[in-house]
């Protein structure tokens, strides 16, 4: 039954939904961008620029501060309105003109931009800032005179030259009370380096002028702090830092002679001070004054869109979200119209193996051809599944039917029991033995569980012990069985493992090397690598048979006949333990010119004793058939003859060993 995709996880309604989300979005993004971009140049060069307004507020304030009435600010007005190319006007809180730098007669702004008090606004301790609190540029009676400012001169002369004494740079700074401060490269005080034979405790004690100013300010302060239930019945102590750009900027402290304050009482007490100082500065700065900045009459103008840039807004809005749906449109059908192909394949019967065409090179082309792949291995996967079941059904049939046929002929009694008819069977028995062995090795290698026991193995002696299995074979076939191997050449392996393997590619090439041929094997380092090669003189291998040498239950000769060739698993068996030594192995022929198979296995430095024909632990001398250490694939002494090797001598006649055939015709 096919299955229904809802409509809101379509893959072309998704496209659809995204393009259509993503038109709005840039329109939208766009627009934004427009108006608000319009609108800060608008605001710029109508004079709303914050940095700019703070910098006129700032001058403005700092003339307040410094003079007693607005008299003489025209000339500064009109030079701040050249400079900033913007119209600046003040007035009292009533609107009553007091500069102006537009024509006499120009309505001012409906609201004013800011109000220039120094008692209440400090505009110069932090640059751009507006802080609440009393502009330090109020000096009022704490401005000193000419002989008390030469005094403090000479004492911070003197300062700077004992810090420099000690390696310090200092500077001396002028405050705008007229006081000299004594300050390091980087703006610190230098007392706080440590230097105390520097401070004489004269330079930073306040002076007459200052001592005045403070005996006027506990008196100002005295009765607000009395009202507040802050009757101290004693003078009253007053922090003054004189190095400081604002002398009070550290805060106050009261106290008092019977009990320290808590913090309501020293809150309550700042607020007295902060009045009273606000009282006794007032006399000293101008009135305050309301700051008028802008173009007359106007307010500052924002873009505000007409109905026809409205009209073009949407109408271009529309003809986007129109071009890209359709274009959507139709890239999510080319899109979609292949994965339909691809998912109606897939749903498909397994034993059809459908195809899908290729019609693109994107990643949908890239997905089709490997989904064509993976049915091409998997049609090749159950081919060689239903070969294999077959092979081993006749790899099996042959001897059991065999040791049945003669089992019953004994129990009939038409045979006599006789000892060459229990050999007989005893060699069938073996033959499946052989193979049920085979497929467990090669069960145990898909699995991941074949156990190795590695250890330093010399290459000449694993081949003298494989030739000498197999030297009976050789002698009955007429083929020379030659060994070369390099003195250096010392593998990491498991003995019994390499054994096997190497009988397994030694059986298959006696079996099709004619007589008067050769079948060798070498050895030689390459590097941290040991190549093991064994060689034929036989007919060699078909081009387009090698592909399939270490295929299991592959034959080239499709007869399966046992005077040609054995099960078809000697060779899959030598890939699986070469691999799991971590070598690899190849097969190169030309027909004709007989078969070279390659070994590359891990190689290792020679022990420090050479057991050469020592006989290393798990393995077999020649004649020697220890308990234990024969694994499917080496050769029980005495066998080897013609018609007589079930367990893979690899002798003409009969090889359960299997192993793919070397150099068989097709």
């Known amino acids: 039954m096919k299955r229904r995709i809802p409509l809101r996880k379509r893959l072309l309604v998704r496209l659809l939904f995204v393009s259509a989300l993503i ?6 993004a766009t627009a934004w961008l427009a108006v608000t971009t319009t609108t800060s140049a608008l605001k710029e060069e109508q004079g ?24 003489g600010v025209r000339r500064t007005v009109r030079e701040l309105a050249v400079k900033t190319g913007r119209r600046i006007a003040l007035t009292t809180a009533d609107r009553t003109p007091v500069a ?83 300050s390091g490269s980087d703006g610190t005080d230098p007392a706080g380096y440590g230097v105390t034979a ?58 008092k002679y019977a009990k320290a304050g808590k913090a309501a009482t020293a809150r309550a007490a700042q607020r007295c001070v902060l009045t009273a100082r606000r009282t006794q500065l007032e006399p000293y700065v101008a009135p305050v004054a309301d700051l008028f900045l802008g173009i007359g009459d106007q307010s500052p103008s924002r873009f505000d869109m007409s109905t026809a840039n409205k009209a073009k807004v949407i109408g271009a809005a ?43 090179r994107d990643e949908t082309g890239i997905l089709a051809e490997a989904f064509n792949d993976l049915t091409e291995r998997r049609a090749r996967l159950e081919a060689q599944r239903r070969a294999m079941v077959s092979d081993i059904a006749h790899e099996l049939r042959s001897p059991l039917t065999n040791i049945r046929g003669w089992l019953e002929v004994v129990r009939d009694g038409v045979v006599e029991p006789e000892p060459a008819l229990l050999d007989s069977l005893h060699e069938e028995a073996l033959v499946l033995q052989r193979i049920i062995d085979d497929l467990q090795d ?52 498991d003995p019994v493992r390499m054994r096997q393997a190497l009988g397994n590619l030694v059986s298959n090439a006696l079996r099709h090397t004619p007589a008067d041929g050769a079948v060798t094997l070498a ?30 239950f592959w034959r080239a000769e499709k007869s399966r006949s046992r005077r040609t060739g054995g099960s078809g698993l000697g060779l899959p068996i030598v890939r699986h333990l070469v691999a799991a030594h971590g070598g690899t192995v190849t097969a190169a022929s030309e027909p004709g010119g007989g078969a070279a198979f390659t070994l590359r296995l891990p190689g290792t430095e020679p022990p420090g004793d050479d057991p050469i024909g020592t006989g290393l632990p798990g393995t077999d001398l020649p004649g020697t058939d220890l308990p234990g250490t024969d694994l499917p694939g080496t050769d029980l002494p005495g066998t080897g003859l013609p018609g007589d090797d079930p367990i893979g001598t690899g002798l003409p006649g009969d090889d359960p060993s299997g192993g793919t055939p070397v150099g068989a015709q097709p």
Do not use: M
């Open 23 to 28: 038109a709005v979005c840039s329109v939208a």
């Open 48 to 71: 709303q620029d914050l940095a700019a307004d703070n910098s006129i507020l700032a001058q403005l304030s700092g003339y307040a501060a410094t003079h007693a009435d607005w008299s």
């Open 100 to 182: 102006d730098s537009a024509p006499r007669g120009t309505p001012l702004p409906p609201r004013p931009a800011a109000t220039v008090d120094p008692l209440r606004t400090d505009t110069y301790s932090e640059t751009g800032a507006q802080l609440s609190g009393i502009d330090p540029r109020v000096v009022g009676p704490y401005r000193l005179p000419a002989a008390e400012q030469a005094k403090l001169d000479a004492l911070a002369a003197a300062r700077k030259r004992c810090y420099e004494r000690f390696g310090l740079q200092a500077t001396v700074v002028r405050t705008a009370s007229g006081r000299p401060v004594v």
């Open 198 to 255: 520097c401070e004489d405790g004269q330079l930073n004690t306040p002076t007459p002028t200052e001592h005045r100013a403070l005996d006027a300010l506990t008196d100002l302060a005295r009765p607000c702090l009395k009202q507040a239930g802050l009757d101290l019945e004693g003078p009253l102590f007053l922090t003054y830092d004189p190095s400081g750009k604002d002398p009070f900027g550290g805060g106050y402290l009261v106290a």
């Open 318 to 360: 529309g003809l986007v979200l129109a071009v890209t749906v359709a274009v959507t449109a139709v890239v999510a059908i080319r899109l979609v119209r292949p994965l339909r192909a691809l998912t109606e394949a897939a749903g498909a019967p397994p034993e059809l193996h459908i195809r899908v065409p290729v019609t693109t």
């Open 442 to 493: 090669l069960a145990a290698a898909d699995a991941g569980t074949l156990r190795l026991h590695r250890e330093p193995l010399r290459a000449a002696d694993l081949f003298d012990q494989v030739a000498a299995a197999h030297r009976v074979a050789a002698d009955a076939a007429g083929v020379a069985l030659r060994t070369a191997a390099d003195p250096a050449a010392w593998l990491d392996a």
């Open 523 to 552: 050895a030689r380092r390459d590097g941290t690598d040991v190549v093991v090669t064994v060689t034929d003189t036989g007919a060699g291998i078909a081009a387009e048979d090698l592909p399939h040498v270490f295929e299991r």
